[in-house]
C-alpha cells in the first residue's frame, strides 16, 4: 500500500482557556489518501475546527503524530513546517475576514507565492490572473478590493488563493455555510472541478451532513474530541452505525415532500 | 391540513407593500409583496439574501430602519390596518399581537439581566397586573417552552445558557402576550440541527396549543418541506411563486423555485456520475439595478424576450400562484 497523503494518529490537543483546561481533540486517528475527499462531519464545538488547525500548524497538539506524505509534522515551529506548508492549503468560511482589506485581489491571491519566494513578480502576477480566471473571476477585475465583491466572488477569492500554490491538499473549513444555497452550489461545483482537473484531495469541514453527501468519498463523523464513525459517504448516509450519526440523520429535514417527516419533527408522540 | 374554513378571515394580511430607500427613488427593497395567513397556520417565506424576506418582517413589526420608507401598500391585522411606521403606536402591537423570535437568541436578551427578568419586562411592558402573578407567569413560560428547573433557570444570565435555551427563551418573550401571529425570521439558522430538530417541534407544539399563525422566514428548503403549510417564494423584492408546500415542491412553477429545488443537496437524489449540484448562474441584481423586466431573467434558462421588457404579474391556478411569462410545465416528469 502507498503511503498517504495525510495520516494523522491518536492525536490530542488540549490547551487553558482562562483558568480551564480545554481537551477538544481527544485521540483522533484518520488517514487521507491522494485524490480522495474525506469530509469530517460534527456539530459545533465538536473539535472540528480545532482539528484543522492542528494539520495546519496553528496549533500544537498535546500528543499524537501527524505525518503528510511519511514525514512527521505535528509541533513543527513555523520554520521547519514552512517547505511543508506550500503543499497543505485551506480556505476559510468567512472569505471576507480572511481577506486584508487594503489589499488589491492580484496581490491577495499572489501573496502565498510571494511568502514561498517562486518565480520573479511577473511570473507571480501571471500565475495569480490565471487562477482569477480558472476560478470565475475576470482577470482585469485583479485591481479591485476584496469589499468590491459579493460573498460567492470572495470565496472564489480564498480559493484562488489556496490553490495558486498549486497545493496537494486542501483544507476547507465550513466554505460555503455562509453562502446562499445557489451561490453554495456554485462554489462546490467549482471546488469539485478544480478537484479533477488539478489531481487534488480535500479534507471538507462541515456541519451539514447532507451537503457533503453529495460529493464527499468518505465521512467522518466527529462528536466531542472524537472520530464516532468512518465509512463511505454512501454507507454512512443510508446505514449510519453509530447513535450520534443516527441521531443527527433523525433530525435531518430533507427537502423532500414525499419522505415522512423525521421523528425529531413530529409532535403527534 | 389547516383547520380554517376557506372562507375565514385572514390573521395578518400585507397587501402590495413596498419599501424603498429614502431620498434614492431608484432603490426598490420590496418592489410588490402580498399574502395571507391564517389562525394555526403555518407560512414560509424562503428566498436568498437580499430578496426582501427580512425587510417584509421588518416592516409587519414596524421596526423599518430609518434609512427606508413605505412606497405603498398595507399591513392588516385582523382587518385593521396597522399603523407600520409609527413606532410609538407599534409598540402596543408588538409582542401583545404579533410576536417576533430572531435568528441570532443572544442579540435579542440583554447580558446585563437574568432571563426571567426580561420575560417579566415583556408582560409588564403590555399589561397591568401584579409582580407576584406576572412572575409566576414567567415561571409558566419558560416550563411551556420546556426549559428545566424554570424556577431557578429564570434568575441565569444568557452567558450561561446554550444557544438552544437562549432560542427557548426567546419564543417565551415572543409568546410572553399570547400574540395571535409569531414571525420566526431564521430561528434556527444558528442552531445544531439536532438542536433545530427541538426548537421547530416545540414551535409546532406551541402553535397546535395556542392557534398562533406562524410567518417562517428561512433559506433552508428541508425545514420548510417539513414544517410549513404553505409557501411563498421571493426573489429580489418580489413574490415570485406561493402555495400549497406539496404543491410547491412537486411542480414548482417559477423557474427560480425549481432552481432553488435543484441546487439544494438532497443525499437521497444524487445526480448519476457523481455529486455535482445544479446551480443557478450569477447573483441577484442590485435593488438599484434599473432593469425593466422580470428580475430573475438575467439567470434563468426559460426567459424569453418578453421577460427581459416588461414585469410579469402574478397568475393563480387555484391556490398556487406564480410571476412568469414562461412557467416551468405543470406536469413534471
Redesign the interface.
Known sequence: MSTPLLSIEDLHVSFRVGKQMIHPVRGISLTLERGETLALVGESGCGKTTLARTILGLQAPSAGRIQFLGNEIAGLDRHALKPYRRHIQCVFQDPFSSLNPRKRVEQLIREPLDIHKIGDPAERLRRAHAMMERVGLPPDWGRRFPHEFSGGQRQRIGIARALVMQPDLLICDEPVSALDVSIQAQIINLLWELKRDMGLSYLFISHDLMLVETFADRVAMMYKGEIVETGPARAVWSNPQHDFTRRMIDAIPVPDVTRPTPAAFRIDR | MIPHPPSAAPVLEVDDLQIGVRKRPAMQILRSVSFKIHAGETLAIVG??GCGKSMTSLAIMGLLPDAVERRGGSVRFKGAELPITDNRAMRKVRAAQIGMVFQEPMAALDPLYPVGKQVLEVIEEHEDIPRAKAWARVIDLLARVDLPNPEVLAWSYPHKLS?GQLQRVVIAMALACNPEVLIADEPTTAL???V???I??LL??LQ?DTGVAIVLIT?????????ADRVMVMYAGYKAEEGQ??DL??APRHPYTQ???D????????AAG????????G?VPSISDPMPGCRFAPRCPRAQEVCRASVPGPVFEGSHGYACFNPVPAARG
Open positions: 436568498e439574501s444557544g445544531d440541527v439536532t433545530q430538530a427541538q421547530m417541534r409546532k407544539r397546535r433559506h433552508n428548503l428541508g425545514l420548510v418541506a417539513h414544517t408546500t406539496r415542491f412537486l432552481g432553488l429545488l441546487a439544494t443537496p438532497n443525499p437521497d437524489r444524487l457523481g455529486g455535482v449540484l445544479r446551480e443557478i448562474p447573483t
